[in-house]
């Protein structure tokens, strides 16, 4: 089955710099890997997404890249506010419907 | 958009009771429920996926006859811990394909305390 492997596991930055989290995928039969957002005690919250025909999406502060061929993607996030602290997990969608999720970034944006 | 509703948010029980958690789509026709549970500080596993009008498909390492899992109806999917342990406290959470567009609601999530 698929495995998702996420990095780093916490990141600390400080306000207004950029910070990147990493995932890679091994099901290459994978074509839609979604990012959410969680705060302590909620439910994920989707920020972006990226489908396999598309090497890259942004919105506003928030841009994802997706290579194919290496398998892996990226969240980039620029400007840092402290509101942006939170759980970040990535996610991949392989043919049979089935999300699997990276195992998760906690982000700390010092203001 | 589509609306996952899931009840209680929070349930404090005792060991040896039984638990139900109900998740209803508001607006939408959940053919597809998963059931996902996650510890603090770690990632969403997946338990289980229901499908209506059929049983579950469990995951590897996942008591079928512990969490019982029912999606009787389009709207509605109920996941029941039975015999509670301490060890089952933890965050359970469902979410539904809303269908086309790779579409993933999540419920609000339950916090389960098995005392």
């Known amino acids: 089955g698929e495995n998702v492997e996420q990095h780093p596991s916490t990141l600390s930055v400080q306000e207004g710099d950029s910070a990147v989290i990493k995932c890679t995928y091994s099901?290459?039969?994978?074509?839609?890997f979604p990012w959410y957002k969680q705060e302590l005690g909620k439910r994920p919250q989707l920020i972006i997404d990226?489908?396999?025909?598309?090497g890259e999406k942004k919105d506003q502060r928030i841009a994802v890249t997706l290579n194919k061929t290496a398998k892996h993607f990226s969240l980039h996030i620029t400007e840092t506010q402290p509101e942006d602290s939170a759980v970040y997990f990535c996610?991949?969608?392989?043919?049979?419907?089935?999300?699997?999720f990276g195992g998760g970034t906690r982000l700390m944006v010092k203001p | 958009g589509a609306v996952v509703s899931q009840h209680p948010s929070r349930v404090i029980c005792k060991s040896g009771t039984s638990v139900k958690i109900e998740c209803r789509s508001l607006?939408?026709?959940?053919?597809?429920m998963f059931w996902y549970r996650q510890f603090p500080k770690k990632s969403l596993m997946l338990m289980a996926t229901?499908?209506?009008?059929?049983?579950?498909?469990?995951e590897q390492g996942v008591e079928k006859d512990k969490f019982l899992i029912n999606h009787a109806s389009l709207t509605l999917s109920t996941l029941t811990v039975t015999s509670a342990h301490p060890e089952d406290s933890s965050f359970y959470i469902c979410?539904?394909?809303?269908?086309?567009?790779?579409?993933?609601?999540f419920g609000s999530g339950t916090r389960l305390t098995v005392v």
């Open positions: 979410s539904a394909l809303t269908g086309g567009n790779y579409g993933y609601t």
């Open positions: 099901d290459s039969a994978s074509n839609y």
């Open positions: 990226i489908r396999s025909n598309v």
């Open positions: 996610a991949a969608l392989n043919a049979g419907n089935m999300l699997t």
């Open positions: 607006d939408f026709q959940a053919t597809t």
């Open positions: 229901s499908n209506e009008g059929s049983k579950a498909t469990y």
